[in-house]
């Protein structure tokens, strides 16, 4: 079955610089990648998407990749506000039962 | 729209007592998702249906059953509750090949 590893598991960054958070995927028939961001205490909500027939998709600060022959996407936030402090998840689905696979998280600080 | 209700929102029990965990969603989404999240980890999936009156088992189904008999509502049960089981419980809707909407959780102890 399909397995997600994602990395790193925390990380810190200044205020105002980039953060990446990568995940890899195993099964090449996963075609449907979402992201989630999970404030402390909070739901974990939607902040963007990417198909396979798409390599890259940007809204705002936020924009995700994706590289089918490697079988990795990953997450981009340019210019880092405290409010983007929060746990992200990654996630892969195939077309078969819709069912998400996902990332174990990544701890995102924002260093003032 | 309300999206996805969880009630109750916050829950203390006693081990070997009873209790059933409601999720609605008026999005009349097809998929819906029962989830365990414990302190600091990630999210396991418990049980999940792909339709009215269908149920399946996820990772950790094991003390859960759950129930769809209208297409709106999705029921985790715990029959008999133990210490393990103190975590915050998620329910999730889909409409298939796309996104999940979160319900804000149920917070569970059990004591």
């Known amino acids: 079955g399909e397995n997600v590893e994602q990395h790193p598991s925390t990380l810190s960054v200044q205020e105002g610089d980039s953060a990446v958070i990568k995940c890899t995927y195993s099964?090449?028939?996963?075609?449907?990648f979402p992201w989630y961001k999970q404030e402390l205490g909070k739901r974990p909500q939607l902040i963007i998407d990417?198909?396979?027939n798409v390599g890259e998709k940007k809204d705002q600060r936020i924009a995700v990749t994706l590289n089918k022959t490697a079988k990795h996407f990953s997450l981009h936030i340019t210019e880092t506000q405290p409010e983007d402090s929060a746990v992200y998840f990654c996630?892969?689905?195939?077309?078969?039962?819709?069912?998400?696979?996902w990332g174990a998280g990544t701890k995102l600080i924002i260093k003032p | 729209n309300a999206g996805v209700t969880q009630t109750p929102k916050f829950r203390v029990l006693k081990t070997g007592q009873s209790m059933t965990l409601l999720c609605a969603q008026d999005?009349?989404?097809?998929?819906m998702y029962w989830y365990r999240q414990d302190p600091g980890m990630g999210l396991r999936l418990i049980h999940y249906?792909?339709?009215?009156?269908?149920?399946a088992k996820g990772e950790v189904p094991d003390g859960y059953n759950v129930s769809r008999l209208k297409k709106q509502n999705f029921l985790l049960g715990l029959e008999s509750a133990a210490p393990s089981q103190t975590s915050v419980y998620f329910c999730?809707?889909?409409?298939?090949?796309?996104?999940?909407?979160f319900g804000s959780g149920t917070r569970l102890t059990v004591v």
């Open positions: 099964d090449s028939a996963s075609n449907y």
């Open positions: 990417i198909r396979s």
């Open positions: 249906s792909v339709g009215e009156g269908t149920t």
């Open positions: 999730a809707s889909s409409p298939g090949q796309g996104g999940y909407t």
């Open positions: 996630a892969a689905s195939t077309g078969g039962n819709y069912q998400l696979i």
């Open positions: 999005m009349n989404h097809e998929y």
